[in-house]
């Protein structure tokens, strides 16, 4: 298995930026996945992921916090680094943990750290009105920028708990409002994690960068899981959002590309899936 894995997808050239802006010109889905490790990377460059997320729900899903809060810049570097060797294709992002970019030098140095010693290409960090200034500073320091809008695990605890986002028009304007601001201070994908459907598809119409779901709706740029809760390993109360994937199929491998084959064909998210 290994040996036909090596040779996976060597003819397409790897995901970068611009051919991310390009498949949201095109109206082609942006398949992304969370991923820890470099054996769960390997099967998800092969399964056809164009992005890859070093999430810091590392802290929930691998060390086992109830929030992502405690997660370190040295944990998410240690992870990126792992998800780094086994990445031929896709194109890696990782996290800025919590107050690891609490000022612009601070947020500056630690994403160069994610670079440099993890191999990122995309820092992402959860913001609103007060992360303008700190996106506009990586962005002139040619750092490539995800800003994180809508449920924001982080702010869990300010905001009481995991909740949809964005149903009062008022929150829903000031959020449309953060995400053209923060693509004009040079952000290159949005993400978007519980919203409703409308919220999402207007977000995405308003924006010329990507715009990444995760609880989203249908009508945006690209979905994103988190890759555990696909494959049925995490246990309890799953969000709404979330699909079992490996039901009814042999492998993790398999798992993986019956979800890049739901998401390219808009089979996923369903209805059942999704906030209004």
């Given at each position: 298995?290994?040996?036909?894995?090596?040779?996976?997808?060597?003819?397409?050239?790897?995901?970068?930026?611009?051919?991310?802006?390009?498949?949201?010109?095109?109206?082609?889905?942006?398949?992304?996945?969370?991923?820890?490790?470099?054996?769960?990377?390997?099967?998800?460059?092969?399964?056809?992921?164009?992005?890859?997320?070093?999430?810091?729900?590392?802290?929930?899903?691998?060390?086992?916090?109830?929030?992502?809060?405690?997660?370190?810049?040295?944990?998410?570097?240690?992870?990126?680094?792992?998800?780094?060797?086994?990445?031929?294709?896709?194109?890696?992002?990782?996290d800025?943990?919590?107050?690891?970019?609490?000022?612009?030098?601070?947020?500056?140095?630690?994403?160069?750290?994610?670079?440099?010693?993890?191999?990122?290409?995309?820092?992402?960090?959860?913001?609103?009105?007060?992360?303008?200034?700190?996106?506009?500073?990586?962005?002139?320091?040619?750092?490539?920028?995800?800003?994180?809008l809508?449920?924001?695990?982080?702010?869990?605890?300010?905001?009481?708990?995991?909740?949809?986002?964005?149903?009062?028009?008022?929150?829903?304007?000031?959020?449309?409002?953060n995400a053209?601001?923060?693509?004009?201070?040079?952000?290159?994908?949005?993400?978007?994690?519980?919203?409703?459907?409308?919220?999402?598809?207007?977000?995405?119409?308003?924006?010329?960068?990507?715009?990444?779901?995760?609880?989203?709706?249908?009508?945006?740029?690209?979905?994103?899981?988190?890759?555990?809760?696909?494959?049925?390993?995490?246990?309890?109360?799953?969000?709404?959002?979330?699909?079992?994937?490996?039901?009814?199929?042999?492998?993790?491998?398999?798992?993986?590309?019956?979800?890049?084959?739901a998401?390219?064909?808009?089979?996923?998210?369903?209805?059942?899936?999704?906030?209004?």
């Amino acid at each position: 298995m290994y040996t036909q894995l090596e040779h996976r997808r060597m003819s397409e050239p790897p995901v970068n930026i611009a051919s991310l802006k390009e498949m949201k010109k095109n109206g082609e889905i942006i398949a992304c996945l969370t991923a820890y490790d470099a054996s769960f990377a390997l099967l998800i460059d092969a399964a056809g992921i164009d992005l890859v997320l070093v999430g810091d729900s590392l802290g929930m899903v691998i060390q086992g916090h109830d929030t992502t809060v405690p997660v370190t810049v040295e944990d998410v570097i240690y992870h990126t680094s792992n998800v780094k060797r086994n990445l031929q294709h896709a194109f890696l992002v990782s996290d800025m943990p919590f107050m690891s970019y609490s000022d612009p030098n601070q947020a500056l140095e630690n994403a160069v750290r994610l670079m440099q010693e993890g191999g990122a290409m995309m820092i992402k960090l959860e913001g609103g009105e007060g992360q303008i200034e700190i996106v506009s500073h990586l962005a002139s320091h040619d750092i490539a920028v995800c800003a994180h809008l809508g449920l924001k695990p982080q702010s869990v605890h300010k905001i009481g708990g995991f909740t949809i986002q964005g149903r009062d028009p008022k929150h829903a304007t000031a959020m449309k409002n953060n995400a053209l601001r923060l693509q004009d201070a040079g952000a290159d994908i949005v993400l978007l994690e519980c919203v409703p459907n409308e919220l999402g598809q207007s977000i995405k119409e308003a924006l010329d960068v990507p715009v990444i779901g995760i609880g989203a709706g249908p009508d945006i740029d690209g979905q994103i899981l988190v890759l555990y809760d696909i494959l049925d390993i995490t246990q309890g109360r799953t969000p709404k959002f979330v699909k079992n994937f490996i039901q009814g199929k042999e492998s993790p491998l398999e798992a993986i590309k019956s979800y890049v084959e739901a998401v390219k064909n808009r089979e996923y998210p369903a209805p059942e899936h999704c906030f209004s």
